[in-house]
């Protein structure tokens, strides 16, 4: 994994679990035959190199359930405590 690439990925996407399953679920795309947004380096470049560069260059982003994040916010307020 190329770890200059993966800082300009943080850059877009500061949290890592996000990041972590953005790649993931990018890095499964491109091995189901998915077209990469980007022309790969190579031949032989690494499937979570590309999914890599696209996150980094915009190309590919995160959706957010902002319901889902209210929910446990409202629920951590109720708790008192992280859920």
């Known amino acids: 994994m ?3 690439m993966l800082e300009k990925a943080r850059t877009r996407v500061p949290s890592i679990p996000v ?3 953005l790649v993931s ?8 035959g998915e077209r990469p947004f980007l ?5 032989f470049e690494d499937k979570s190199d590309i999914a ?11 959706q957010v359930d902002m319901q889902a994040v209210e929910e446990h916010m409202e ?3 109720r708790w008192g ?3």
Do not use: C, Y
């Open 2 to 4: 190329n770890l200059e």
């Open 19 to 21: 990041l972590v399953n």
């Open 25 to 32: 679920q990018r890095t499964r795309q491109l091995n189901r």
């Open 39 to 43: 022309r790969p380096l190579s031949k």
């Open 52 to 62: 890599l560069r696209e996150i980094a260059e915009g190309l590919v982003v995160a």
């Open 75 to 77: 629920a951590q307020a």
């Open 81 to 83: 405590r992280h859920v």
